[in-house]
């Protein structure tokens, strides 16, 4: 994919400074919410990790947490919230609904948030405990720093190629 | 207590009960589709039945329903399926529950409806917590109801082709609004 | 007790669980039961094989009698008082389960049977007490190859010998035996004979075990996972009915359907393995020349070419009839050929006769399942075949040729001059055969992907229903042949085949005289909630 | 007020302004949702507002409509257990209790259930619903500004998650509930960790009530907003604590008591205004009544079987199932069949979490039903919202609709 570019000092320097502060967008639709309270709720405190405000505007936002069933009556909305958000951007797909759809395989629910948008990180459980959301937020720090998130990609590819030299 | 609901609906409305069971402590009055809302407008105004509680509303599809009534038995290769049905028989049924806090008794009315003519007058216009339920009814089964000031789907979006609760729509058959597109990525 | 029925000679009435059944004289107790609505378990009687009483599961009281009988053994007499359901004979039940599964395996998880199961069943209906068992079971054989379609697993097996009386009643042929004694005692082939008839798979289904299971089915789907819906069979023109049990767009297996006019209890083994040709060589899209066309290109085109060979000569333009396919499909085609287009050259198609297959059980040397249809559809007794239409072609009398259905047994000659002819339109589900050579070639669906009739030898009107939609964009044949007259100025009209149906039952002469009804549309049950097996 | 509605957008006439005139403005249609900090869950209203004052709306859910009949219709009775955990996710086991007792009803083993059981029950039922109305008012005072409330009975409810969790293995979704009884019996310590954790719940509940009661802010946000008279309340269908706070005193543990309720001492508190301060407040006292009931409850709770003592009921012990071919077949056809249930139809109901939860179940006599139909109060609840927001400001939507406590999991099913 013409990706082995060496990473420069700054942008490790500026990954590491996105990794501990991502700015949630809970996209919170069901059960799945109630363990996101669990897990911004004192005991768990993904405060910890510098993930703790969730900012209701996708504009503010540069990790969209999808938490919960996605119905095909949804996916418009969360393509929307999607694309609203600034570069760069994550998605982690909380719970298995938002994963593959879980039990719920029918006519209206959405088998899995990446039928819409490119995700980073799934977690599975259903709902996932919270100790999986912040082993799944360490997970998507590390590919922060690593700049293999879906939009670090392809930002740097669109970089490459509007460079010329491939993509 | 139990029966009393429905001795005074036979009473009053005499043909238009087409039968009344009570099962399991639930009093149950099929009744016609001409004289549901005159029923149930009796049920909610007459002081000796003060119903004035709606409990809930739904339809019930008895598609393919009577295939099943076979014993669970009945040995190797006896036909399970016969390969004729009446055709004319009624498919679905409206179901409602009224309740009296006052005089703490319910009842449940069924209304049969055939296929061709899937239609049945709005109660929401007695109770308004009809409206919803009785849009949810027709947006998963497909019900009209004449009457209805706003009928319009509510759990599925207005693009869904059919109605999904038919026992002929199947499970899985999705109807996507948007797919991403993975050409980009 | 107040009124008495009317005595009469042949017929004799008795009391069961205190309701009044009469029945024919020679009824035994079982059967008279299962008509007031009781069904007394059984593991060894089946309503179409001769009576033995080995299992002992269906014993029960007939007050007079010193000891519990056997109720498929006793005959009902006159003024018989029979219990099912007191204390001594629902105490049996549970009683002679706990001797059956004594030795039985722990094998329902890799049984294959299991969710069918008779013993199952009736362990969970009748027994339902733990196991007092603190001996080691008795070992058998697990994986013995009987025949070309089965294989036996004899721990299994509950010893009600239905298979042995399946082969020697049913198939006519001494094919399977006991061996050995006691607890040791197990099925096996006959000396020198192997189980090798050609009903050898009903075996299978009159099993009340996994002993025998079929080699076509074992291992690849778990019985309540599948679905059912009521079909015909169509490898013969005796058109035996059958159940397509299906899952995932996909046919794993058909078994017989009880009709006491056509196959009773049976169906044979050829017919079982029809399903295959329902996933080998199908068309999945309309072409061109052998190229993939859009639909409306392919009907078009075809309309157009179908169109100019009958402008040139109507009596040049043949129509080849498909005694595969539903009286529907065939009575769209004679509608459009006859009346509108105005062609009246017509043959039917087909596979070519097997006469050694025929026998006086089931099987039919005619391997077509609706010859008789088409030839009532078309309402010509003497319809020309296959043979015909090649010396036709061969000499040039033929035009154009719409085909519907891929079998058509011409030879290589007539064959190379259909191919050469200027319009060959087939309609068919299978890219073999005159398919293969058709200047515009249609895909249909097959046999269980679509709703109709079917006609079968002695001329019974019965009944298909869809089990799953067609594979890519095949459509169904009439709707092929509506939209066809469409593009040809012709507007058939048919919305849906029940139409098609109604019209024709209305037209066609030895329709109508029988009270052919379209029935109501059944929806595929899952197996499991269907209650019919096991 | 005024300088608020200075704020207001479309204006019409600026130049002959009187100062004491109300700012004129024409009417102008606003999306609030589907994904909107407010909205529990995602739901959308289109609100048509002439300045901040709502004029008309429409409320329309259905965003979560995870088919919860269609699924049902294809799983054994067994099977369903698990949809109905994700109905009312924060009071997952009354679903469950609700359910299995609509098939206990066909089943007739209603009274066959053994008393420890239906003791266990209503314990689980009650915890459930202190867990409800803990996350309900701490969600919506969170919305109302005050977050130390809600991070306190978050907090409170995390314990009883964990209890809860000990007892079924699952933090939310529990499924602990059987047909003819519950999965398991109750852990060793479980009556002294629960009243433990009761005792620290009223001091939480002490706290929170110091915080809000008499908080400025936060009573004059709910105080007579969204008031709903009685029969309205009736008209719409209104349950739970949201047709309480209306003055309607029906609670169904006590109208058409189920399970050991009618051997339970509590009162139903009942408001007046049925605005939302007093939907507040019946939310609260309720809690303190389920904590009295439950200390009841783990006070008269008898000794004996936890399920039901019928195999075609029951599932067989484990061990037994991989050990010996009877277990095994009782075992295989409760997972394949399922648990056969006679052809009829019955209807059933609870006090749920937001009112009454009924199902109705049609059977055909298979292992699965031919129809079961959840009447959730949610979703009634919810279509009251239209009525209740006219006429109030935008600001108001958000404790009226926390109040409502709208599920989106029960509400589109």
């Known amino acids: 994919m013409g990706l082995e570019i060496a990473t420069t000092k700054l942008e490790d320097a500026a990954n590491w400074g996105r990794k501990f502060s991502l700015f949630t967008y809970p996209f919170v639709t069901a059960c799945c919410g109630m363990e996101f309270m669990s897990v911004a709720a004192p005991k768990y405190d ?76 799934y977690i599975p459980g259903c709902p996932p405990r919270p100790e999986q959301v912040l082993d799944a937020l360490i997970l998507l720090m590390k590919k922060v720093q690593e700049g293999r998130g879906h939009s670090q990609v392809r930002h740097k590819r669109e970089r490459l190629a509007a460079r010329g030299e491939g993509g | 207590m139990a029966g009393a609901v429905l001795e005074a609906l036979r009473a009053r409305f005499g043909g238009a009960i087409l039968e009344t069971t009570s099962a399991y402590g639930d009093d149950v009055a099929v009744v016609k589709r001409e004289s549901l809302h005159e029923v149930a407008a009796f049920l909610r105004d007459d002081p000796a039945m003060a119903m004035s509680y709606p409990c809930y509303c739904t339809c019930v599809d008895y598609l393919g329903m009577e295939l099943l009534t076979i014993s669970p038995t009945t040995p190797l290769a006896v036909p399970a399926i016969p390969s004729s049905l009446p055709e004319e028989a009624p498919r679905y049924a409206m179901v409602y529950e009224l309740r009296s806090i006052k005089h703490r008794h319910r009842i449940r009315i069924k209304v049969p409806l055939t296929e061709g003519d899937l239609k049945v007058q709005t109660l929401s216009d007695l109770w308004p917590a009809f409206n919803w339920l009785e849009r949810e009814t027709f947006d998963m089964y497909g019900v009209a109801f004449e009457g209805h000031p706003d009928l319009r789907r509510i759990f599925m979006y207005d693009e869904f082709i059919g109605h999904p609760l038919r026992k002929d729509y199947p499970k899985e058959r999705r109807q996507p609004l948007v797919r991403r597109e993975f050409s980009d990525e | 007790m107040s009124e008495q029925p009317q005595a009469s000679p042949q017929t004799v009435t008795l009391t069961i669980d205190g309701r009044q059944v009469t029945v024919p004289k020679g009824t035994s107790v079982i059967e008279a039961a299962k008509q007031v609505g009781i069904e007394v378990s059984a593991f060894c009687y089946h309503p179409g094989l001769t009576v033995v009483a080995v299992c002992r599961q269906c014993l029960v009281k007939i007050d007079g009698q ?72 008795v070992r058998k054989p697990k994986v013995v190859d009987l025949g070309p379609h089965i294989v036996l697993d004899a721990e299994r097996c509950i010893l009600c010998t239905r298979c042995i009386r399946v082969c020697d009643e049913v198939a006519g042929q001494h094919q399977l035996e006991m061996k050995n004694r006691g607890d040791h005692e197990e099925i096996a082939t006959a000396p020198g004979a192997e189980l090798d008839n050609a009903y050898s798979i009903n075996t299978v289904d009159v099993c009340p075990v996994g002993a025998l299971t079929s080699k076509d089915f074992r291992f690849t789907m778990r019985a309540w996972e599948l679905m059912t819906t009521p079909s015909i069979c169509t490898g013969c023109a005796t058109g035996c009915n059958i159940e397509i049990h299906h899952k995932n767009e996909r046919v794993w297996r058909l078994v017989p359907r009880f ?32 190229l993939p066309a859009r639909w409306d290109e392919a009907i078009g085109h075809a309309a157009r070419l179908m169109a100019a060979a009958i402008q040139k000569s109507p009596a040049g333009v043949g129509v080849v009839f498909s005694p595969q396919h539903t009286n529907e499909d065939n009575y769209a085609l004679v509608r459009l050929a006859r009346e509108m287009w105005g062609v009246t050259r017509f043959y039917v198609g087909g596979k070519g006769p097997v006469p050694e297959r025929a026998d006086k059980i089931l099987r039919d040397a005619d391997i077509n399942p609706n010859r008789r249809g088409v030839k009532a559809v078309v309402g010509d007794a003497t319809i020309a075949g296959a043979q015909v239409l090649g010396e036709d072609l061969s000499q040039g009398e033929i035009s154009a040729l719409l085909v519907l259905g891929h079998d058509l047994e011409l030879g290589p000659e007539p064959m190379e001059r259909a191919a050469m002819l200027e319009a060959l339109v087939v309609i068919a589900d299978s890219e073999e055969g005159i398919a293969a050579r058709a200047r515009v070639a249609l895909p249909s669906a097959a046999w269980a992907e679509v709703a109709g009739t079917m006609t079968n030898r002695q001329g019974l009107v019965q009944r298909l229903h869809q089990a799953f939609a067609p594979p890519g964009q095949a459509l169904p044949a009439w709707e092929i042949i509506t939209r066809l007259g469409q593009a040809s100025g012709a507007a058939l009209g048919y919305g849906h085949v029940r139409q098609v149906f109604e019209e024709m039952v209305g037209k066609v002469g030895e329709l109508s005289g029988q009270a052919a009804r379209w029935g109501r549309e059944t929806r595929p049950i899952q197996l499991r909630f269907a209650n019919s097996r096991g | 007020m005024a300088e608020i509605k200075k704020l207001v957008l479309g204006r019409k006439i600026v130049e002959d302004l009187d100062e004491d005139q109300e700012l004129p403005s024409e009417l102008m249609t606003v999306n609030m949702g589907p994904s909107h900090p407010a909205m529990h869950g995602t739901v959308r209203i289109v609100l048509t507002v002439d300045g901040e004052r709502v004029v008309e709306s429409d409320v329309q859910p259905g965003f979560l409509h995870r088919c919860f009949e269609k699924e049902s219709e294809y799983a054994t009775y067994t099977q369903i257990f698990p949809y109905t955990d994700r109905l009312n996710y924060i009071s997952p086991m009354i679903n469950n209790v609700g359910y299995a007792m609509a098939v206990e009803k066909l089943l007739g083993l209603t ?38 409330p809600f991070l306190y009975f978050l907090k409170a409810r995390e314990w009883l998650f964990e209890l809860l969790e000990e007892l079924s293995g699952a933090r939310l979704t529990y499924s602990y509930v059987r047909i003819g009884g519950v999965v398991s019996d109750l852990t060793p310590d479980f009556h002294e960790r629960l009243i433990d954790l009761l005792d620290k719940i009223d001091g939480v509940m002490l706290e929170v009530e110091a915080l809000l009661n008499n908080n400025r802010i936060f009573r ?36 058409n008591p189920y399970l050991v309720y009618d051997r339970l001492e509590f009162d139903v508190p009942v408001g007046s205004a049925g605005d939302c301060l007093d939907r507040y407040l019946v939310r609260l006292e309720e809690m303190r009544q389920s904590s009295k009931m439950l200390r009841q409850c783990m006070r008269d709770i008898p000794a004996g079987p936890v399920i039901v003592d019928d195999p075609r009921v029951a599932m067989p012990p484990k061990k037994e199932a991989y050990n010996t071919i009877e277990a095994m077949i009782r075992h295989f056809k409760h997972i394949v069949d399922g648990i056969r249930v006679p052809p009829g139809e019955a209807y059933t109901w609870v006090e749920g979490g937001n009112g009454e939860l009924g199902f109705f179940i049609v059977s055909d006599g298979t292992g699965r039903p031919w129809k079961c139909y959840c009447r959730s109060p949610s979703l009634i609840n919810t279509q009251s919202v239209s009525k209740t927001i006219q006429g109030h400001l935008i600001s108001d939507i958000v404790p009226i609709f926390g109040m409502i406590n709208m599920i989106g999991g029960e509400c589109d099913k």
């Open chain 1, 46 to 121: 993904i405060a910890r990790f510098g993930a703790e405000f969730p900012r209701f505007s996708p504009r503010q936002s540069d990790l969209l947490m999808v938490v919960g069933t996605i119905t095909e009556r949804q996916g418009p909305i969360l393509k929307r919230v999607y694309d609203q958000m600034a570069e760069p951007k994550w998605v982690i797909a909380f719970g298995v609904c938002a994963s593959t759809g879980g039990f719920y395989q029918n006519y209206s629910a959405m088998p899995g948030a990446d039928q819409v948008i490119p995700v980073d990180v």
């Open chain 3, 66 to 137: 010193p000891k519990l009988q056997p109720s498929c053994q006793a005959v009902c007499a006159d003024g018989m008082v029979v219990h099912t359901a007191d204390d001594w004979s629902r105490g049996a039940r549970p009683q002679m389960l706990e001797f059956t599964l004594v030795n039985h395996p722990i094998d329902c998880p890799i049984c294959d049977k299991a969710g069918e199961c008779t013993l199952q069943q009736l362990y969970f209906e009748h027994d339902n007490a733990a196991s007092r068992m603190d001996v080691p079971k």
């Open chain 3, 259 to 290: 009709n006491a006019e056509v196959n009773r209890h049976w169906m044979c083994d050829e017919g079982r393995f029809t399903y295959h040709k329902l996933r080998t060589r199908r068309m999945v899209a309309p072409a061109i020349d052998g």
């Open chain 4, 111 to 148: 009274d066959a259930v053994p008393v420890r059981a239906q003791y266990i029950r209503v314990i689980v039922s009650e915890i459930s619903r202190i867990t409800d109305h803990l996350t309900c008012v701490g969600a919506s005072a969170m919305e109302l500004g005050a977050f130390t």
């Open chain 4, 220 to 255: 004059d946000r709910m105080e007579g907003v969204g008031p709903f008279s009685a029969e309205d309340a009736i008209a719409f269908g209104l349950s739970g604590p949201v047709l309480r706070a209306c003055g309607v005193d029906y609670d169904v543990r006590k109208d």
